[in-house]
């Protein structure tokens, strides 16, 4: 994307007075509530523990949420910059770590070359990380006793490059009309058979035992941006006891919880799903996005056939099941990265093998706010946590507070947000205000990096990125 680009709405940054940002709200008719004043100390509802069903405690309403990691090393163990990131998050002040970021199950199911991976030989870097976690918290904040630490399992399905960061080898469930046109995949691409699954199943579950003995008080199951859990809950076309039905559908996540409960007694289990889906987007008229089908659209789980809204009655079928599975700890999220992150993440500037924004970024944080009330409205026994607040920058901490104060959700997660200001959280509960030159304005040179073979980071603002050579290379890419 040219750095001459322009954006069609106003930074967030040049709305400074809450005045101001409620008369934009007000006339994009964007239905966003938020506190003028914030509450500081003891008192704020960002402050509020929890207790699980368990006895567990968590300290706070702040969750870190889980990002993709590219700087592991090939066997899928942390490297320096892993742990810098890592003991960011446990300086945060968030005392719900949900992941760190995703760790595969299994080689060819990575994401990229250098994603974490959890097994024997990896096993005692993850009780090192998890110990880095514990000290360098109980140092900031003299208590761990409050502080939940969870580790998010994941094979990435269509979205696999376990060998190159440039070169996919996807693993699918069904031929995706759109997707499989889209990432060049011949409608007879093999799909995965029904064993291979079983078998990723155990290794979901060997993971976990592994997470379990590391220290991690939880792991996530991820169902989330058309990775494969996520891909599993619209394989309304598979054959055999994977697809097709309801029941078959979830069969996967259901599986893999019975195997956890047998081999891992005690551990708790979280769930990080897309709660809806919309029809994968590409670049129209002047790079703005667009749907990239009109005709009716059959596999947005959670989303409506005309592809560009929401409908959760299965993804409250879902969260039924978790219920009946025993699962108290459930993390929002929307979309995909890979085919319409305006829904995902909302952002004012895309990556590069993005699209421009086709609606004010701050619809897309309303949409996934409203979505999460809605399920916490119907499932109060559900601890939820709720995402796509990056974008919201200096009034992430007025959306919050009231997101918080009227229970539209229990805890507040902070993505790319930690990664250019990794103390945010601990700046709000303090009440002495915000870092204006820490906060991330979604330039998206975290993603634009990883799509062109480069770590993640945050460029423009992490002094220790700032100064390595990709970050001229993005300001060439960007044609700055």
């Known amino acids: 994307m040219s750095g001459k680009y322009k954006p069609p709405f106003p930074r967030i940054a040049q709305l400074k007075t809450a005045e101001l940002f409620a008369q934009h709200l007000e006339k994009k008719n964007i239905q966003l509530d938020f506190d003028a004043e914030l509450i500081p100390g003891a008192d704020s509802p960002f402050g509020k523990a929890h207790t699980l069903r368990s006895g567990q405690k968590i300290g706070n309403a702040m969750c870190i949420l889980p990002m993709e990691g590219w700087d592991g090393t090939e066997d899928g163990r942390p490297t320096e910059l892993t742990k810098r990131r890592w003991r960011n998050f446990a300086l945060s002040g968030a005392k719900l770590l949900w992941g760190c970021e995703a760790v595969a199950v299994r080689p060819e199911g990575r994401a990229n070359p250098n994603q974490l991976m959890l097994n024997e030989q ?3 870097e993850f009780v090192d990380l998890f110990q880095l976690l514990q000290r360098t918290h109980e140092e900031q904040f003299q208590d761990t006793s409050d502080l939940l630490i969870g580790l998010q399992l ?58 379990q003995k590391a220290g991690f008080h939880f792991v996530d199951i991820k169902h989330c941006h058309g990775y494969l859990g996520h891909e599993f809950l619209s394989a309304y076309d598979r054959e055999g006891k994977y697809g097709g039905s309801f029941e078959n559908r979830t069969r996967f996540l259901r599986d893999i919880v019975s195997g956890i409960r047998a081999a891992a007694p005690g551990l708790e289990i979280g769930v990080r799903m897309s709660i809806f889906d919309w029809v994968p987007f590409q670049k129209g008229p002047e790079e703005t996005g667009v749907p990239a089908q009109n005709r009716p659209y059959r596999y947005a789980f959670g989303g409506k056939e005309s592809g560009t809204s929401a409908d959760m009655q299965e993804s409250f079928l879902f969260l039924q099941e978790l219920e009946k599975l025993g699962i108290e700890l459930f993390c929002t999220t929307a979309g995909s990265p890979y085919y319409n992150p305006h829904i995902q993440r909302p952002a004012l500037f895309p990556p590069s093998d993005g699209y421009l924004p086709p609606e004010d970024p701050l619809l897309g944080v309303a949409r996934q706010i409203q979505a999460t009330a809605e399920i916490k409205n119907a499932f109060p026994g559900l601890y939820v946590i709720g995402s796509a607040y990056s974008y919201l920058q200096e009034w992430l901490p007025n959306v919050g507070q009231n997101v918080l104060n009227v229970g539209k959700a229990d805890s507040i997660g902070f993505g790319r947000m930690v990664l250019s200001y990794p ?17 991330c304005r979604t330039f998206s040179d975290c993603t634009t990096a990883p799509r062109n073979g480069m770590i993640s980071g945050c460029y423009p603002l992490d002094p220790l990125y700032k100064k390595m050579p990709e970050y001229e290379q993005l300001k060439a890419l960007k044609g700055e």
């Open 122 to 124: 990896t096993f005692q």
């Open 154 to 211: 994941t094979h990435s399905g269509r979205f696999c490059k376990p060998n190159d960061k440039k070169k996919m080898e996807p693993r699918i469930l069904y031929p995706h009309p759109v997707l499989n046109r889209k990432f060049g995949l011949a409608e007879d691409y093999p799909l995965m058979s029904d064993a291979e699954i079983d078998s990723i199943i155990d290794d979901y579950v060997k993971a976990a035992v592994l997470a």
């Open 423 to 439: 103390d945010m959280p601990a700046d709000i509960i303090s009440g002495n205000g915000l870092k204006r030159a820490k906060i």
